[in-house]
C-alpha cells in the first residue's frame, strides 16, 4: 500500500503539472510514468522477495522479523519435494502465486491507553488546579511494533488559558549589581500586577549568587571575609542563598529583597552555574509546582564552569544533587562548577526554562550558551536593570509561543520521526517536525509521530519511552509492544511425532528442531548429517554467510578452506576463527607477546590487553620512593592510574594543590620532639605514622648514600624563630624521622654597642651638618662679596649740575637802560 501510495502521487503531480501542455505531450509524458511506476514495482517486489529468501528463516517468528513485507505459509503441505524449510518465508505475493492458502503476516496496531481531551475554559473565573489543566492529547498509547513496519499516531497540543507560573529571580549580588538590587525591590508587587494579564495563578521567589568562597575567586583574609568592598559596607561573600522561596506575596517579596545587601569577589567571573544547579534540583526548597517553571537569570558578568574549580583546588565534579542547608548552598568549596551539558540534563528534567536578563557587554556570550540549552532566551538587561520587568514578559511571550516536543532515550533499533502542523497551515518536517512558534493562548497545533523498529529488543517483547513538550510538566507514554512470533507459535505442537519421532516442535506449518536436529523434519543429527541441502546447519546465524564465506557447507558441516600462507589456517564450527586477524600493536601480530585465536589475542606470561600490548611488570610505575604509583595508584598497563585525585604524573608523585614534604611533616615533629606547634594536643592521633628518633647533632643526620630508600633533608622555623633539622624517609607506610633534638635559637641582641653606635652616629651626623652649613655660608659670603666689587668698578659717576645749588652772584637790569 505504501509503495501504490507513492506512485499514485507520483502519477498526480505529473498530471497537475502537465495541464497547460498538449495532449500528444500528455499521452506521452504518462505511458513514460506508467513505464517506470511499473520497471520500479517490479524492482522493489523483486528486492523484497530476495531479501526475505536470503534470510534462510527457520520459523515464523524469523522470518516476520526479516522485513514487513515478508509472511510465512503455515499450510502443512505447502514445501514440494526438495524445498528447504525456509521457502516457507517469502514476500507476501510470492506466497499467494505458489497458492498458499494460510499466511502468517501480523501487522502492528495503535491502541490509545488514556485520552483525556484538552482543557477548554468557559470563562476565565473558573479556577482549575494545575492537575486539572491538560494541554497534549492523548496521555498514553500502545504500539504494537512489528519489524520495518512504520506505526503512525498524532498528538494534538492546545496552549491553555491562565495557566499557572513559578517564577523564581536569580540575581548576581556582586558589587557590579549594586545600582541593580535598588530597582529588583518593588519587583513583587510590580511583576504581579504586570503578570494578571496571563495568569492568575502566580508565584514568585527570589535567590542570589555571588562565588565560591575559596581564593583565586574572593580575599580569604579575615577583614576581607565580613566587608569584601573597600570603601563600603558590604555583606560576606557566598555561592548562593536561597532568600524566599515561590510564594504569590509580592510584599514579601519587595520586604526580604529590601533587606539583601552587595557583596563582592575578586575575579570578574561569577559562580552563576552553582546557583542554577542547586534551583533546578532542590525541588522542595525552592518551592516548584508541576506548573510552568521561569527561572530569571540576571547577572552583568560571565560565568565559571566545569574545570575552572580546579583554581581554587576544587577537582570533584560536580554531582548534580541539591546541598541547600539553611537555604545555603554549603558545598561550593567541595565540588566544581557543573558543564554546561550538565546543566542542560538537569533543567530538561525539571522542564525549567530559562531567561538570561544580561547587560549589553554580554549579550553575545549568552546567546551562544541560550544555542545549547533547550527552551532558553536572552534578553538586554538596562544598566541599572530598570527595564527587568519588560525583559522577562516579552521572553516570557517568546518562550511559551513556541512548542517543541522531545523524547526519552529509545529503547534499541527503534526510530522516531516528527511532522507538525501548525498555525497557517505550516508544515514542519525532519527536525522541524517536532516545533510549532506563534502559538497564542487557545491555539491547536497537531504533530505526527512515526515509531519504526528495525528489529526484537533483547530485553524482552515490551518497553516504553516518554514524548514531552519543552518546559512543561505533562508528557505522553509510549507503550512498545514488540512482534517477535507469530500467532501460530503458540499453538506448537512440542515433541511431535511429526517432527522425526519427537525432535522438535511441530509450529505454523513446520518444525522447530530441538537443540542439535536439523533437517525438515528434524530427521538429522548436527554430529552425522552428510547431506548438503541443509545451508541453515553452516550458519552462525541469520545475518552471516555460509561456512563464513571461508569454508564449504558438506552435509551440514563447514569444511573451512586453505590460504596460500600454510602458516594462516581458519578453524572453528563455522571456519569464523583464524589467527591472522588478531589486533596488531607495534604492526606486530598481539604485539608480539602472545597468540592469535580465533581473532583473540591469547597473551604469553606478565601480558595483558586486547592486543597484548600492556606489560603486567610494575617497574615503570615505580617512584622515587621505590613504591608503586607512590602508593597512590594502580599500576595498569604499564602506567600509572592515580586514585588520588590530588596526585598526577606518571608515577602520581606530582601534587599541585599540596604542601611541600617538610612543611607537610613539620607540625608532627615539632609536637613529637619539643611538645610544641599546631598540633600537640593531637598529636598522637595525628602523627601515629611517623617513627621518630633523635640525635645529639646536625652531623648525626642520616646521609643520603647510607639509605636504601630516598631521603629528604628539612629545615624548619618555629614560632620562635629557632631552626630545627631532620629527615623524612618513607619506607611502606611507616615514616622514619631523625631530628636534631635541639633547635638552632638566634643569640639575643648587645644592648651597649647598639646604644653607642646609635649615639655616636647622631653626634657624627649633628657635626657633619654642621661642617657643611658652614662650608654653605663661606661659599655664599665669597660670591656676594664679588659680585659687589664688579659692580663697584663698573659705576659711572654723573657730571651734570646740582638741582639745589644757586650762585652768590646777583644781576639787576635797568628796565629804563638803553644802552646809552
Same mark, same amino acid.
Given at each position: 500500500?505504501?509503495?501504490?501510495?507513492?506512485?499514485?502521487?507520483?502519477?498526480?503531480?505529473?498530471?497537475?503539472? &502537465?495541464?497547460?501542455?498538449?495532449?500528444?505531450?500528455?499521452?506521452?509524458?504518462?505511458?513514460?510514468?506508467?513505464?517506470?511506476?511499473?520497471?520500479?514495482?517490479?524492482?522493489?517486489?523483486?528486492? $523484497?522477495?530476495?531479501?526475505?529468501?536470503?534470510?534462510?528463516?527457520?520459523?515464523?517468528?524469523?522470518?516476520?522479523?526479516?522485513?514487513?513485507?515478508?509472511?510465512?505459509?503455515?499450510?502443512?503441505?505447502?514445501?514440494?519435494?526438495?524445498?528447504?524449510?525456509?521457502?516457507?518465508?517469502? $514476500?507476501?505475493?510470492?506466497?499467494?502465486?505458489?497458492?498458499?492458502?494460510?499466511?502468517?503476516?501480523?501487522?502492528?496496531?495503535?491502541?490509545?491507553?488514556?485520552?483525556?481531551?484538552?482543557?477548554?475554559?468557559?470563562?476565565?473565573?473558573?479556577?482549575?488546579?494545575?492537575?486539572?489543566?491538560?494541554?497534549?492529547?492523548?496521555?498514553?498509547?500502545?504500539?504494537?511494533?512489528?519489524?520495518?513496519?512504520?506505526?503512525?499516531?498524532?498528538?494534538?497540543?492546545?496552549?491553555?488559558?491562565?495557566?499557572?507560573?513559578?517564577?523564581?529571580?536569580?540575581?548576581?549580588?556582586?558589587?557590579?549589581?549594586? $545600582?541593580?538590587?535598588?530597582?529588583?525591590?518593588?519587583?513583587?508587587?510590580?511583576?504581579?500586577?504586570?503578570?494578571?494579564?496571563?495568569?492568575?495563578?502566580?508565584?514568585?521567589?527570589?535567590?542570589?549568587?555571588?562565588?565560591?568562597?575559596?581564593?583565586?575567586?574572593?580575599?580569604?583574609?579575615?577583614?576581607?571575609?565580613?566587608?569584601?568592598?573597600?570603601?563600603?559596607?558590604?555583606?560576606?561573600?557566598?555561592?548562593?542563598?536561597?532568600?524566599?522561596?515561590?510564594?504569590?506575596?509580592?510584599?514579601?517579596?519587595?520586604?526580604?529583597?529590601?533587606?539583601?545587601?552587595?557583596?563582592?569577589?575578586?575575579?570578574?567571573?561569577?559562580?552563576?552555574?552553582?546557583?542554577?544547579?542547586?534551583?533546578?534540583?532542590?525541588?522542595?526548597?525552592?518551592?516548584?509546582?508541576?506548573?510552568?517553571?521561569?527561572?530569571?537569570?540576571?547577572?552583568?558578568?560571565?560565568?565559571?564552569?566545569?574545570?575552572?574549580?580546579?583554581?581554587?583546588?576544587?577537582?570533584?565534579?560536580?554531582?548534580?544533587?541539591?546541598?541547600?542547608?539553611?537555604?545555603?548552598?554549603?558545598?561550593?568549596?567541595?565540588?566544581?562548577?557543573?558543564?554546561?551539558?550538565?546543566?542542560?540534563?538537569? &533543567?530538561?528534567?525539571?522542564?525549567?526554562?530559562?531567561?538570561?536578563?544580561?547587560?549589553?557587554?554580554?549579550?553575545?556570550?549568552?546567546?551562544?550558551?541560550?544555542?545549547?540549552?533547550?527552551?532558553?532566551?536572552?534578553?538586554?538587561?538596562?544598566?541599572?536593570?530598570?527595564?527587568?520587568?519588560?525583559?522577562?514578559?516579552?521572553?516570557?511571550?517568546?518562550?511559551?509561543?513556541?512548542?517543541?516536543?522531545?523524547?526519552?532515550?529509545?529503547?534499541?533499533?527503534?526510530?522516531?520521526?516528527?511532522?507538525?502542523?501548525?498555525?497557517?497551515?505550516?508544515?514542519?518536517?525532519?527536525?522541524?517536525?517536532?516545533?510549532?512558534?506563534?502559538?497564542?493562548?487557545?491555539?491547536?497545533?497537531?504533530?505526527?509521530?512515526?515509531?519504526?523498529?528495525?528489529?526484537?529488543?533483547?530485553?524482552?517483547?515490551?518497553?516504553?519511552?516518554?514524548?514531552?513538550?519543552?518546559?512543561?510538566?505533562?508528557?505522553?507514554?509510549?507503550?512498545?509492544?514488540?512482534?517477535?512470533?507469530?500467532?501460530?507459535?503458540?499453538?506448537?505442537?512440542?515433541?511431535?511425532?511429526?517432527?522425526?519421532?519427537?525432535?522438535?516442535?511441530?509450529?505454523?506449518?513446520?518444525?522447530?528442531?530441538?537443540?542439535?536436529?536439523?533437517?525438515?523434519?528434524?530427521?538429522?543429527?548436527?554430529?552425522?548429517?552428510?547431506?548438503?541441502?541443509?545451508?541453515?546447519?553452516?550458519?552462525?546465524?541469520?545475518?552471516?554467510?555460509?561456512?563464513?564465506?571461508?569454508?564449504?557447507?558438506?552435509?551440514?558441516?563447514?569444511?573451512?578452506?586453505?590460504?596460500?600462507?600454510?602458516?594462516?589456517?581458519?578453524?572453528g564450527q563455522y571456519c569464523e576463527c583464524d589467527n591472522f586477524n588478531c589486533d596488531r600493536f607495534n604492526n606486530k601480530l598481539c604485539g608480539g607477546n602472545g597468540r592469535c585465536e580465533c581473532r583473540k589475542c591469547i597473551c604469553d606470561a606478565n601480558y595483558t590487553g586486547n592486543a597484548c600490548e600492556c606489560p603486567m611488570d610494575t617497574s615503570t610505575c615505580l617512584a622515587k620512593n621505590g613504591q608503586v604509583c607512590n602508593g597512590r595508584g594502580k599500576c595498569e598497563c604499564g602506567t600509572c592510574m592515580c586514585t588520588d585525585t590530588k596526585f598526577q604524573g606518571p608515577t602520581c608523585e606530582v601534587c599541585p594543590t599540596c604542601p611541600g614534604v617538610c612543611p607537610e611533616h613539620k607540625d608532627c615533629?615539632?609536637?613529637?620532639?619539643?611538645?610544641?606547634?599546631?598540633?600537640?594536643?593531637?598529636?598522637?592521633?595525628?602523627?601515629?605514622?611517623?617513627?621518630?628518633?633523635?640525635?645529639?647533632?646536625?652531623?648525626?643526620?642520616?646521609?643520603?648514600?647510607?639509605?636504601?630508600?630516598?631521603?629528604?633533608?628539612?629545615?624548619?622555623?618555629?614560632?620562635?624563630?629557632?631552626?630545627?633539622?631532620?629527615?623524612?624517609?618513607?619506607? $611502606?607506610?611507616?615514616?622514619?624521622?631523625?631530628?636534631?633534638?635541639?633547635?638552632?635559637?638566634?643569640?639575643?641582641?648587645?644592648?651597649?654597642?647598639?646604644?653607642?653606635?646609635?649615639?655616636?652616629?647622631?653626634?657624627?651626623?649633628?657635626?657633619?651638618?654642621?661642617?657643611?652649613?658652614?662650608?654653605?655660608?663661606?661659599?655664599?659670603?665669597?660670591?656676594?662679596?664679588?659680585?659687589?666689587?664688579?659692580?663697584?668698578?663698573?659705576?659711572?659717576?654723573?657730571?651734570?649740575?646740582?638741582?639745589?645749588?644757586?650762585?652768590?652772584?646777583?644781576?639787576?637790569?635797568?628796565?629804563?637802560?638803553?644802552?646809552?
Open positions: 500500500m505504501l509503495k501504490q501510495g507513492v506512485l499514485s502521487g507520483v502519477g498526480l503531480e505529473g498530471r497537475s503539472t &502537465l495541464l497547460n501542455t498538449t495532449s500528444s505531450h500528455m499521452n506521452l509524458q504518462f505511458l513514460l510514468i506508467a513505464v517506470l511506476a511499473a520497471v520500479l514495482r517490479g524492482s522493489l517486489a523483486q528486492q $523484497d522477495a530476495s531479501s526475505c529468501i536470503k534470510a534462510n528463516a527457520q520459523s515464523c517468528g524469523e522470518c516476520i522479523q526479516v522485513s514487513e513485507t515478508c509472511g510465512w505459509c503455515s499450510d502443512e503441505n505447502f514445501l514440494t519435494i526438495g524445498s528447504p524449510k525456509s521457502a516457507r518465508c517469502d $514476500d507476501l505475493e510470492s506466497l499467494k502465486e505458489r497458492k498458499c492458502k494460510q499466511i502468517e503476516n501480523p501487522r502492528g496496531s495503535i491502541t490509545v491507553d488514556k485520552d483525556r481531551p484538552v482543557t477548554v475554559r468557559k470563562d476565565r473565573t473558573e479556577k482549575l488546579k494545575p492537575e486539572q489543566i491538560t494541554q497534549i492529547q492523548p496521555q498514553k498509547l500502545t504500539l504494537k511494533l512489528r519489524s520495518g513496519e512504520p506505526q503512525t499516531f498524532k498528538l494534538k497540543f492546545k496552549r491553555a488559558e491562565d495557566y499557572p507560573i513559578d517564577l523564581y529571580y536569580l540575581m548576581d549580588l556582586s558589587y557590579s549589581m549594586k $545600582d541593580d538590587l535598588e530597582n529588583v525591590k518593588n519587583l513583587g508587587t510590580d511583576l504581579m500586577r504586570e503578570m494578571q494579564d496571563i495568569t492568575t495563578d502566580f508565584r514568585i521567589g527570589f535567590g542570589s549568587f555571588v562565588e565560591k568562597t575559596v581564593m583565586p575567586y574572593i580575599s580569604t583574609t579575615p577583614a576581607r571575609l565580613l566587608n569584601p568592598c573597600s570603601g563600603h559596607n558590604c555583606t560576606s561573600p557566598f555561592s548562593y542563598k536561597n532568600v524566599l522561596k515561590l510564594t504569590k506575596n509580592g510584599d514579601e517579596f519587595n520586604q526580604l529583597v529590601s533587606q539583601q545587601q552587595i557583596s563582592g569577589n575578586l575575579d570578574s567571573p561569577e559562580g552563576g552555574f552553582d546557583a542554577i544547579m542547586q534551583v533546578a534540583v532542590c525541588e522542595k526548597q525552592i518551592g516548584w509546582r508541576n506548573v510552568t517553571r521561569l527561572l530569571v537569570f540576571s547577572t552583568d558578568a560571565g560565568f565559571h564552569f566545569a574545570g575552572d574549580g580546579k583554581l581554587g583546588g576544587i577537582v570533584l565534579p560536580n554531582d548534580g544533587k541539591c546541598h541547600l542547608e539553611n537555604n545555603m548552598y554549603t558545598m561550593s568549596h567541595y565540588y566544581d562548577y557543573p558543564s554546561i551539558a550538565h546543566l542542560v540534563q538537569k &533543567l530538561s528534567e525539571n522542564n525549567i526554562q530559562t531567561i538570561f536578563a544580561v547587560t549589553e557587554e554580554f549579550q553575545s556570550v549568552y546567546k551562544e550558551l541560550k544555542n545549547l540549552i533547550p527552551k532558553s532566551a536572552v534578553g538586554m538587561l538596562s544598566s541599572n536593570s530598570s527595564n527587568v520587568i519588560k525583559l522577562i514578559i516579552d521572553a516570557y511571550n517568546s518562550l511559551s509561543s513556541e512548542v517543541t516536543l522531545e523524547n526519552g532515550k529509545l529503547p534499541d533499533g527503534v526510530a522516531i520521526s516528527y511532522k507538525s502542523f501548525c498555525k497557517n497551515n505550516v508544515v514542519g518536517t525532519d527536525e522541524n517536525g517536532r516545533k510549532c512558534s506563534n502559538i497564542s493562548i487557545g491555539d491547536e497545533v497537531f504533530f505526527q509521530i512515526t515509531v519504526t523498529s528495525e528489529k526484537c529488543p533483547s530485553t524482552g517483547k515490551q518497553e516504553s519511552f516518554k514524548i514531552k513538550p519543552q518546559g512543561f510538566q505533562e508528557e505522553v507514554e509510549i507503550v512498545l509492544d514488540f512482534i517477535c512470533d507469530c500467532e501460530c507459535a503458540a499453538k506448537g505442537e512440542t515433541n511431535s511425532k511429526k517432527c522425526s519421532k519427537g525432535n522438535g516442535t511441530f509450529e505454523c506449518g513446520a518444525c522447530k528442531c530441538n537443540e542439535g536436529r536439523i533437517g525438515l523434519e528434524c530427521e538429522c543429527s548436527k554430529d552425522d548429517v552428510r547431506t548438503d541441502d541443509l545451508d541453515a546447519s553452516c550458519r552462525k546465524d541469520n545475518g552471516t554467510d555460509i561456512c563464513s564465506n571461508n569454508g564449504d557447507c558438506v552435509c551440514g558441516t563447514c569444511e573451512c578452506r586453505k590460504r596460500a600462507n600454510p602458516a594462516e589456517v581458519y578453524s615533629v615539632q609536637c613529637l620532639t619539643f611538645q610544641s606547634g599546631e598540633k600537640k594536643d593531637t598529636c598522637s592521633e595525628d602523627c601515629k605514622k611517623i617513627l621518630l628518633k633523635k640525635v645529639p647533632e646536625r652531623d648525626n643526620l642520616p646521609q643520603p648514600n647510607d639509605q636504601s630508600f630516598p631521603l629528604t633533608f628539612c629545615k624548619e622555623r618555629d614560632e620562635n624563630d629557632c631552626w630545627f633539622y631532620f629527615t623524612l624517609a618513607v619506607r $611502606d607506610d611507616i615514616k622514619e624521622v631523625h631530628v636534631v633534638e635541639k633547635p638552632e635559637c638566634p643569640a639575643g641582641p648587645d644592648i651597649i654597642p647598639i646604644v653607642a653606635g646609635v649615639v655616636a652616629g647622631i653626634v657624627m651626623i649633628g657635626l657633619a651638618l654642621l661642617l657643611i652649613w658652614k662650608l654653605l655660608m663661606i661659599i655664599h659670603d665669597r660670591r656676594e662679596f664679588a659680585k659687589f666689587e664688579k659692580e663697584k668698578m663698573n659705576a659711572i659717576w654723573d657730571t651734570g649740575e646740582n638741582p639745589i645749588y644757586k650762585s652768590a652772584v646777583t644781576t639787576v637790569v635797568n628796565p629804563k637802560y638803553e644802552g646809552k
